[in-house]
């Protein structure tokens, strides 16, 4: 059966842009999301993330009719999941109750012959479990049990993303694409869907290990941005310059240092290796050494700024802290799990100092920033008795002022 439509469930930082590209290839797509207001921004034709690039393709596709977002599932002939996994409570517990969710609206109108898709970042066994919540919504239906069953009305798979906030757009078309079906009649479908966009290389694989591949590409790069963050501590307690050694150190053929930073933020590098800590505890040493390493640079990076702050003296006022950017990672306005955003929390529980605080790519400050002020980057420079670079936004590059720098 040709897939014409495709449902996709979540339409944020992954799920929009997925949609869309779908649209644009032709599909006709219908979005489906718990948010109004991001509804009704995209019929509008309009998107409320920042990702260059998507917001003509948008236009372009919600004017043509092949996308429109929804609360209300409709029949398609596949469907696709990108909602968010957090945590649940401080044991780094995953949460799959959006999972579940998603699979509670699309399960009434799942027909013969659809293909199920999860691409939300998701523990081991993920996709079994979303399996088990659709079987007993729609008894009715033939889902697949084990990767031998071959006589299965519904086709399901799990297939993570793997693209870079910035370059969404590009790279959800050119790369590479992990399969992982419950059976191997299930990748090959989940293939045939991918087929109508993706010019990368669709590799088949089994459920868990795509659902694995996806927790180790992160869990890889959170082990070498924390040996970075590891030696910037290590380099500062013995007055050496970090940068000066990782580019010395860099230049032996076969080392390839990364650049330390205030931290790891962002919905996967700081949230995926607890995924297989939590499944694995006694195994993954190095995995959650790395995740502790990372989680305890934002603290750091605090106490350097109040050690400058202390070394100003008595102003006669409120000095003031300047922290350069907010979001996760350059250039994009995503605030998830972003250590700067953890800084500023930190410090505006300091009721001592001004906090100002600069992220040129969002327009107000979330609730739990509200003990800081949003100024623009002039403003703070003019105003800030000490500012602290968090982040390499663009607009921040070449800054002829004193000031720490905790950018990778």
């Not at 990748?187 to 290389?201: R, T």
Request: aromatic share 6%; glycine share 6%.
């Amino acid at each position: 059966m040709a897939i014409k439509k495709v449902s996709v469930s979540g339409l944020g930082y992954i799920g929009l842009p997925t949609a869309t590209m779908f649209a644009h290839a032709g599909a006709e797509v219908i979005g489906l999301d718990v948010n109004q207001h991001a509804i009704d921004t995209i019929n509008q034709g309009r998107i409320h993330i920042v990702e260059p690039g998507l917001e003509e393709i948008v236009k372009n596709v919600v004017a043509s009719g092949h996308l429109k977002a929804s609360k209300t599932a409709e029949k398609a002939d596949a469907f696709l999941i990108a909602v968010p996994t957090p945590f649940k409570g401080e044991d780094y517990t995953p949460d799959l109750t959006y999972i579940e969710a998603a699979a509670k609206t699309i399960a009434p109108v799942l027909e013969k012959g659809n293909v199920v898709i999860l691409e939300s970042t998701s523990p081991v066994g993920a996709t079994e479990q979303m399996v088990e919540w659709l079987s007993e919504l729609r008894p009715d239906l033939k889902f697949p049990q084990q990767e031998q069953d071959t006589n299965n009305d519904i086709f399901v798979a799990y297939c993570p993303e793997r693209v870079l906030p910035g370059q969404v757009v590009r790279e959800l078309v050119e790369n590479d694409r992990t399969i992982g079906g419950l059976t191997p009649r299930c990748a090959e479908k989940a293939a045939e869907v991918y087929q109508i966009f993706v010019q990368g290389e669709l590799v088949i694989t089994n459920a868990r290990t795509a659902e694995m591949t996806k927790l180790t590409e992160n869990a890889f790069r959170d082990v070498n941005i924390a040996f970075a963050n590891e030696l910037s501590l290590i380099c500062d307690r013995l007055n050496i310059n970090v940068w000066e050694l990782i580019g010395l150190a860099n230049r032996h053929p076969r080392v390839d240092i990364l650049r330390p930073g205030a931290g790891v933020g962002g919905h996967c590098i700081a949230v995926d290796p607890w995924f297989i800590v939590n499944k694995t505890p006694d195994l993954a040493r190095m995995v959650r050494t790395a995740r502790e390493v990372n989680d305890h640079k934002p603290e750091w990076v605090v106490e350097k700024i109040e050690q400058q702050v202390a070394a100003l003296g008595d102003l006669g006022r409120k000095p003031k802290v300047a922290l350069l950017g907010l979001a996760f990672k350059p250039n994009i306005d995503d605030l998830r799990e972003s250590p700067a955003v953890q800084i500023a929390q930190k410090l505006g529980e300091n009721s001592a100092i001004e906090l100002l605080l600069v992220e040129p790519n969002i327009h107000e400050l979330p609730s739990k920033l509200s003990s800081g002020t949003l100024v623009s980057l002039e403003n703070a420079i003019a105003q800030a008795d000490v500012v602290a670079e968090l982040v390499k936004h663009n607009e921040f590059t070449n800054l002829e002022i004193n000031q720490l720098s905790f950018v990778g």
